[in-house]
């Protein structure tokens, strides 16, 4: 019996429109599936603001959107409390106060960087802190352990993964790094809205207080030297500065 060319034909016609369909169905579903992830992924943060003031005074308002698309940083974290507990430990992700000081001229070697709360507390990092030296803690015993690597400062909006709850965020300064070590509760900051770039304070011109003394001491011995003449000897002179007289005996 010959085989049906025609049903053959039909038969492949529909097997083929078939197979597209499925491809072009999951094709689909992996397209939702890929928008699906991205947008459990992308960073969805509460209503905030940060302020961010550089050295010259110039200030820059960012909000959650400007917060979100900055490059974020991961890692763990946890802080000692005055009663030397160990609380907090955890992954924390944020922005590390470095990057925001660059957002507005960066920050100089021996300035400072003070952060403020929207209950207006303050805390001021050296250079140094800004820049990862922290004193740390071991985790499970709370001793005073040295570090290898340098500690990041961040304003943290996530907690494993998760915002911040309402009685530590939107933005909380954490200090995390690699080794998971722990550093003192009292730099760790609660609702920041501004960080400030604060100068070096400039060195006291001693040297202006200095030429004036030198000046008046001059004055002085010049006035004992027209008074008795050349003949007085330094010792006489210093002798007499020490008593605190310029009585010249005419006797």
């Known amino acids: 019996m010959k085989p049906n060319r025609r049903l053959e034909s039909s038969y492949g016609k ?17 397209c939702s599936s890929a928008r699906a992830r991205a947008a459990t992924t992308a960073i969805n943060l509460p209503p905030m603001t940060l302020t ?28 000692e409390t005055q009663g030397g507990f160990i609380r907090g430990l955890g992954n924390y992700t944020g922005v ?31 250079y140094d802190k800004v820049n990862g030296n922290f004193t ?14 340098s500690l990041t400062p961040i304003l943290a909006y996530y907690f494993d993964g998760a915002n911040l ?5 939107p933005l909380l300064l954490a200090i995390v790094g690699p080794e998971r070590l722990a550093t003192t509760s009292a730099l760790w900051v609660k609702f920041v809205v501004k960080m ?3 100068s070096a304070p400039a060195e006291f011109p001693w040297l202006l207080l200095i030429i004036p003394v030198v000046i008046f001491v001059a004055i002085i011995v010049a006035a004992i030297y027209r008074k008795r003449g050349p003949e007085r000897s330094a ?13 010249i005996s005419t006797s």
């Not at 529909?14 to 992996?30: E, G, M, P, Q, Y």
């Not at 959107?65 to 490059?71: A, C, E, F, V």
Request: charged fraction near 10%; aromatic fraction near 6%; include cysteine.
């Open 165 to 169: 709850s309402s009685d530590e965020g």
């Open 235 to 247: 010792e006489q002179v210093t002798q007499i500065m020490k008593n605190g007289s310029l009585h």
């Open 14 to 30: 529909r097997t083929f429109l078939v197979v597209t369909l499925v491809l072009v169905a999951t094709s689909a579903v992996s």
């Open 196 to 198: 400030e770039i604060l």
């Open 136 to 149: 740390t803690f071991d985790t499970l015993t709370g001793q005073q352990v040295p570090h290898n690597q």
């Open 96 to 126: 590390p106060l470095i990057a925001f000081c660059n957002l507005v001229g960066g920050i100089a070697n021996g300035s400072s960087l003070k952060i403020t709360a929207s209950d207006n507390y303050t805390k001021t990092l050296s």
């Open 52 to 79: 961010a003031v550089a050295a010259n005074g110039t200030q820059l308002v960012l909000t959650s959107n400007d917060i979100g698309s900055l490059p974020s940083y991961t890692t763990y974290g946890g802080y």
